[in-house]
């Protein structure tokens, strides 16, 4: 069956029904065991591979032979948005291939370096301290999404980006309008035209001035010489700043319930040295993993994955949710285990693609939950529904509001006390 073939009886509907805020929706569990690949469904009658377990999540992503590409024969859509993307024939660094792919990711990589984003340990730290002092001063019980998880990663982006953050509310609407999963392509196609201008003007802007906050350095080093026009550079800032607050935010929220609900691994991390911080960071990311939204792929040349042979014009759909819940990789791999080597997780893709700041989201997670645990030792969920037991659908169970709408996992809100 090609991948715009009518479906049979084996096609299955990729899973996104969750019973735990924490864990991927059950049914992958599932899909792993079964032998090969199946099909699943995509928009416009497509019937793309799935793939589930991590072995080959992880070949996949690093194979040449898959086209991130929207217009490569059988590129599965999954949401209005790639429709949208698809249809303006939206170019950006996220949807193109090798040697292109590389040329772009170069031009930004000295910004998001190890080196760069530690060398901004102090600024993000004042930020943590600012914005916990928010958090205190409002006083008890508050959201913690609202006053913490949402503005820390999006004041550090805007710190390093050169973005006003008092614009903050205005491109944070955009951005979720603009990952809805189930929204119209129209509205799609306005929120990213809005988002699109501002960041315009804000370009412009940054051409005429000195400064060293990343936009200004790639006005200068790019656009002044024409290496690239001012399209792409307002879509690299796009990408930029909606990838700096978006996953990064989700994961403070969710990571901040899921220690509440496993205090025993709360007081490990507390006590632990600056390297079992790290490693617990890396087990959250494995752990939670937001993006729900698959990876998607279009297959360019002959290969065989799981003793499946793919051929160009069929799509593929990778969950890295998933993957990183595969007991073949991981020992026990739905407990949450700070004390684990999870390094190898595939929360940040693999490959080419591999995300861009994924030092600055480490470093942003780490000291985040060390300064919150430390500032507010009695931090506690405002609610009767701390061991999340029963957790059923995902608006208003018990105080929780879980947005099942976007590309991203996460709270929309979580009411929390002290």
Known sequence: MSADQPEDETTVTYPTARTCPFDPPA?????????????????????????TRYEDAKAVLASPAFSARLDSPGFPLFSPGDVQQRDDRVESLIRSDDPDHLTRR????????????????EEIQQVIDSTLD??????????????????????????????????????????????????????VRIALRELGDYLDVLVQEKARTSGDDVLTQLARDLLLPGTVDRAELVNIAMTLLVAGFETTGNMIGLGTALFLRHPEQRDLFMSGDEALGANAVEELLRYLSVAQHPRQLAVRSEVTVAG????????????????????????????????????????????????????LARLELLLTFRTLFARVPTLRLADSSEGFEGFEGFEGFEGFDVNAR?????????????
């Open 406 to 418: 976007s590309r991203v996992h996460g709270f929309n809100s979580l009411q929390v006390a002290w």
């Open 106 to 121: 170069r031009r930004l990589t000295r910004h998001f370096t190890v080196k760069r984003v530690h060398a901004m340990r």
């Open 27 to 51: 049914e992958f569990t599932r899909l792993r065991a079964l032998p090969g690949l199946p099909r699943t469904r995509a928009l416009e009658n497509a019937h793309p591979w799935l793939i």
């Open 308 to 359: 499946c042979p793919l051929s160009p014009g069929d799509g593929v759909l990778i969950s890295l949710p998933s993957a990183n819940r595969d007991p073949q990789e991981f020992d026990s791999p739905d407990a949450f285990d700070i004390g684990r080597t999870a390094r190898g997780h595939l929360a940040f893709s693999h490959g080419t693609h591999q995300c861009l700041g994924q030092a």
């Open 134 to 187: 928010d958090l205190l001063d409002a006083g008890s019980p508050a959201d913690l999404v609202a006053l913490v998880a949402r503005p820390v990663p999006a004041r550090v982006i805007c710190l390093l980006l050169g973005v006003p953050y008092a614009d903050h509310a205005f491109f944070q609407q955009a951005a979720a309008r603009a990952l809805a999963g189930d929204a119209d392509p129209a509205d």
